[in-house]
């Protein structure tokens, strides 16, 4: 794996620590790399009316849309253990999609994903 990778890997760990998850004691941490290579951090945040809760993957799209950025080429993802792969959601992947194209780089601890298998029908609405 990527040295680049493996470093994205340890500051979503480390955004996992600090997650909001008082509910499912299920911490996620995720760090996204913009193609300018700033990094993004993001951690689950859990709330009591469960449907409210945001996963990691999102709050650092949202993070860093909300700075400005939309153009991003991997993101890392971790959680629970922080061993076994803790892949997206189909609500994460759907936001991924918006900003991300096929060959966007998703890394999980089993190693690094293309975008397009993990998610290879998207909605769209037509433009």
């Not at 499912?24 to 995720?30: E, K, N």
């Not at 290579?37 to 849309?65: D, M, P, Q």
């Not at 792969?85 to 609500?91: K, L, R, S, T, W």
Request: aromatic share 12%.
């Amino acid at each position: 794996m990527d040295k680049i990778y493996e470093q994205l890997l340890d500051k979503a760990s480390q955004a996992a620590q600090k997650a909001w998850n008082k509910y499912s004691h299920f911490s996620v941490g995720a760090a996204l790399l913009t193609q300018d290579g700033k990094v993004f951090t993001g951690c689950n945040i859990e709330n009591s009316s469960y449907s409210l809760t945001v996963c990691a993957e999102r709050t650092a799209i949202f993070k860093a849309v909300s700075e400005g950025w939309t153009a991003f080429s991997a993101i890392a993802v971790v959680g629970g253990d922080m061993v076994k792969p803790c892949y997206p959601c189909g609500a994460c992947l759907q936001v991924m999609s918006e900003f991300c194209d096929a060959d966007f780089k998703v890394i999980l601890t089993d190693g690094v994903h293309r975008f397009g298998d993990l998610l290879p029908s998207r909605f769209e609405l037509d433009r």
